[in-house]
């Protein structure tokens, strides 16, 4: 396998883990971006790979992009993830989980981890009793934490308003028909939320029973998930796996505009380029879907309750059309535009 250091998506990274317990059935890995504003913030993937190699590179690219998520939503903390790496029955044990939080621990709290994709409330709570360094545990009188996923939601329907108003000059959503990929807890509160605002939904999941189920709920149209990338629509909202804009995929696109809650939804950097040469509106994935490490992130630091969360995740449009007009200054697609703020923030621009 190619060394970490010789990987594309290796950044200067800080620090990678390579966590093995034989005993406990725990392959995992830490990757430490950043830790310029803060300690590394960031949530654990559970997921099954295809390779090791597959499993270093998503934890080297979600790292890279807390980075800059962290960074951009004006928190005090660099950027971090963790992957465990699933068998194929996704087999989880408290023993795992129990081996995971003592790595977690080991770093000392320049790792701050929370719930991501194969995780839930209940893990972290688990993992908390192991160490100190986890978020998104159960808010207490009506402080911030608890599971991310509806605060990122949020984010990700006021970032979809932001964009249709920029691309489709439209003020609200009314009739505005929206293609999203993915219906879990992200998906499907970015569904409800615009449903609720007026507007056309179109929904794919691999769970059928998920997406029938909450189609039923809103009154939204179901297709494949094969298809849901050329569905003809005013917004794409990508809420699953990343890297699933390709030059072949952009080239299938039917829409105005993409928008949606996944991370690393480019598959390279030149994909948004070509988003931007086909007149597609990009809403940069780490600023829209910043939501959720708002949530944890002000939990973890102590410095707000409810209220403030709700007021930070409100200024996401704005950090939006920040990116938008430096994009139309400069020529440069949104994408870039985004990550050279970014790295300006974190002291490598």
């Known amino acids: 396998m190619t060394s970490p250091w010789d990987m594309p998506d290796f950044d200067d990274h800080e ?7 034989a005993k406990a059935g725990l392959s995992a890995i830490i990757a430490i971006h950043s830790t310029h504003l803060g300690p590394a913030g960031g949530g654990t993937r559970f997921w099954h790979y295809l390779n090791n190699a597959a499993a270093i590179t998503d934890a080297l690219r979600l790292s890279r992009g807390m980075s800059y998520k ?10 971090g993830k ?8 996704g087999t989880k044990t408290p023993e795992l989980i129990a081996a995971f939080a003592k790595a977690v621990d080991s770093l000392g709290g320049r790792y701050v981890t929370a719930q991501d994709v194969g995780m839930s409330a209940a893990d972290m709570i688990a993992i908390s009793q192991g160490t100190r360094y986890v978020s998104g545990l159960p808010p207490k ?10 605060s990122t939601a949020m984010g990700v329907f006021l970032g979809i308003k932001a964009a249709v108003r920029r691309a489709l000059g439209k003020e609200d959503l009314a009739g505005v028909h929206i293609a999203i990929q993915g219906v879990g807890s992200v998906g499907g509160g970015v569904a409800r939320h615009a449903a609720a605002a007026g507007a056309r939904i179109t929904l794919a999941d691999r769970n ?34 990343g890297a699933i804009l390709t030059e072949s995929s952009i080239a299938a696109l039917r829409t105005a505009i993409v928008a949606g809650g996944a991370n690393n939804q480019l598959a390279t950097q030149a994909d948004g380029d070509r988003l931007q040469a086909r007149g597609i ?31 930070k995740v409100l200024q996401i449009p704005d950090r939006l059309n920040a ?8 020529g440069q697609n949104p ?15």
Do not use: T
């Open 281 to 311: 509106l990009y809403a940069p994935d780490y600023v829209i879907n910043a939501g959720g490490i708002i949530n944890v992130a002000l939990e973890y630091l102590g410095n707000g309750d409810r209220a403030a969360v709700n007021a």
């Open 15 to 21: 620090a990678l883990h390579l966590i093995r317990d």
């Open 323 to 330: 990116v938008w007009d430096g994009s139309e200054a400069s």
């Open 70 to 79: 962290n960074a951009m939503a004006g928190l005090a903390m660099g950027g």
């Open 141 to 150: 009188d009506g402080g911030a934490g608890g599971d991310p996923g509806p």
């Open 335 to 349: 994408a870039r535009v985004a990550d050279a703020m970014a790295q300006r923030l974190i002291g490598r621009g």
């Open 82 to 89: 963790a992957v465990i790496l699933s068998d194929a029955a």
């Open 208 to 241: 059928g029973e998920l997406a029938r189920k909450l189609a039923d709920d809103i009154g939204a149209q179901i297709v494949p998930v094969d298809e849901i990338m050329s569905v003809e629509s005013d917004v794409f909202s990508p809420c699953a796996l």
